[in-house]
């Protein structure tokens, strides 16, 4: 079959902003599943430009496919531009099919298939045995009942889902469809030439806020030798310097990092790494963290999420303030840059939460950080706590993390808002921090915190503007739960687990096959 993927424009500031852009790895992952079962498979990337939506669908239209997929890494607010592009096709189009997945449509498939018909298919969890199954039941018009994952219309116009999915077992049984994109195009880090990889699929924590660790179901991990094979591959044969890494929690497993931090340094490639975890593994490693540095591991995102303690427990991070603090420590100490996550909203914070929060950060002294507001997903346990809020923002698009969405009672929210700003904006501009960015004694890391700095700049005053100027609120909207429906936090878990059986290590399936 002749199949095209389309990766929607994202709405929001951060992505806009960049003259950067990485490759879509969700799509790139089924197309390359689709073209080993020998269909004819096709990218059309509408966040080069931004491409106007139309010209995108002329483009996925103008070889006239059989099959179109949708999908989008930040899927909840791409949602709405996903629908626009799925009623377009369909209206240019009507005899093609159209595929939809990701992690907000395989939870919200019954509202979506009830609301509107312009999407036929919905793969629910991860999709490269789901898709190419789907597909081959389609070509040889097999009873798509049989088919696992997935979610469409009964012949009664019913949304009917099938029964879910397995988790893959083994994550090198399906490779990446690398020669879908021109690699030269793709780059972060200010210009560096770069990709998205995972090494691992999950996360074995228990954070009731995290809209991922359930769709993923069980924690797992690619083989690590033909991981770094693969990530030297794409550096000899395309060029790649850098890999920012799309895992949850790639250090899970001590075991299985260590080899392949072993297999990096192996390979001797010089490519740069960067990725989120968590600070209790980095305390963890501490004896081996120049082994990260040395791998190429050059930072890290510390998903520390707050800094209160009370805060920590309700929204079940498991971590605590004193390894937060010594992980900052310990990545300086061995030449990684740090970045913590600080998000306000898991409660009614008063000014003098926020004051203690800002103090609590100029003393856990980040090289960077990244402030977001509490965005609950409606199959977390969280989102059963909150399901009383007043939702103050309607648009879809701004449920991105960087705006806020749920009411709070004693702050307002422009105080809110300008008291972040005036956060982000004094503890990256304290006499120590801007002394890193314009003279930290290794050049690469100089290079990130000035590219990274010029960066927020650039956002901080869009979203200044985008919040005076463009932005809507309400205040006093809707119960979460009247926004977005009942909890789902019982169909948490999106996918079946499989137990993964290993096997003997082998050449890295990840390259394409014309290497």
């Not at 390359?32 to 096709?42: F, M, N, Q, S, W």
């Not at 989102?383 to 449920?399: E, M, S, T, Y």
């Not at 972040?420 to 501009?429: N, P, T």
């Not at 009247?482 to 878990?493: I, K, L, N, S």
Request: net charge positive; aromatic share 10%; charged share 25%.
């Amino acid at each position: 079959m002749k199949i095209v993927l389309i990766n929607p424009p994202h709405t929001a500031i951060g992505s806009r902003v960049p003259d950067d852009h990485l490759p879509p790895l969700g799509l790139l992952a089924l197309g390359g599943p689709l073209i080993d079962a020998g269909h004819d498979v096709r990218l059309v990337d509408a966040e080069f430009g931004p491409m106007p939506l139309a010209a995108a669908v002329q483009d996925a239209l103008s070889d006239h496919p059989d099959c179109i997929l949708i999908g989008h890494s930040g899927s909840t607010s791409a949602h709405p531009t996903a629908l626009e592009i799925a009623r377009i096709v369909k209206h240019r189009g009507p005899a093609t099919m159209v595929i939809y997945g990701g992690v907000f449509p395989t939870y919200h498939w019954r509202d979506i298939l009830a609301e509107t018909d312009v999407f036929d298919f919905i793969v629910r969890g991860e999709g490269e045995a789901t898709i190419v199954a789907l597909v081959e039941a389609l070509q040889r018009r097999r009873p798509l009942s049989d088919v696992a994952g997935i979610a469409f219309r009964d012949d009664l116009r019913r949304p009917f889902a099938t029964k879910a999915a397995g988790t893959i077992a083994d994550l090198d049984e399906y490779r990446v469809g690398w020669d879908l994109i021109d690699v030269s195009r793709y780059s972060y880090w200010g210009g560096k030439r770069a990709v998205v990889m995972q090494f691992s699929r999950g996360c074995p924590h228990l954070c009731n806020y995290c809209g991922q660790r359930g769709f993923w179901t069980r924690w797992r991990h690619r083989d690590p030798v033909k991981f770094a094979q693969e990530i030297a591959w794409l550096h000899r044969e395309h060029g790649v310097e850098l890999i920012n890494l799309a895992d949850e929690n790639p250090t899970s497993s001590k075991k299985a990092w260590r080899a392949f931090l072993d297999a990096m340094i192996a390979e001797n490639v010089p490519v740069l790494i960067v990725g989120s975890t968590r600070a209790d593994d980095i305390v963890r490693d501490a004896d081996s963290l120049h082994l990260y540095r040395k791998a190429g591991v050059i930072r890290w995102l510390l998903g520390m999420e707050n800094t209160d303690e009370q805060t920590l427990a309700l929204i079940r991070k498991g971590g605590s303030t004193s390894s937060d603090r010594e992980a900052i420590r310990l990545l300086r100490l061995n030449g990684i840059l740090s970045m913590a996550t600080w998000v306000v909203g898991f409660e009614d914070e008063r000014f003098r939460d926020l004051w203690r929060g800002f103090r609590q950060l100029i003393a856990y002294d980040p090289d960077q950080i990244q402030a977001l507001y509490v965005t609950p997903h409606r199959w977390t346990p969280f989102f059963r706590i909150a399901r009383d809020r007043k939702v103050i923002q309607l648009d879809a698009r701004l449920w991105d993390y960087k705006h806020q969405v749920l009411r709070m009672t004693r702050l307002k929210p422009w105080m809110l808002f300008f008291s972040v700003k005036l956060i982000e904006l004094a503890v990256q501009s304290r006499p120590k921090a801007l002394t890193r960015v314009l003279f930290h004694k290794d050049p690469e890391q100089r290079h990130s915190m000035r590219w990274y700095t010029k960066m927020g700049r650039r956002v901080w005053f869009r979203e200044v503007w985008g919040f005076l100027a463009r932005d809507r609120r309400l205040d006093d909207g809707p119960t979460l739960a009247a926004f977005w429906g009942a909890p789902q936090d019982e169909e948490e878990q999106s996918m079946t687990f499989l137990h993964q059986v290993r096997k003997p290590a082998e050449p890295a399936i990840g390259i394409s096959p014309s290497a």
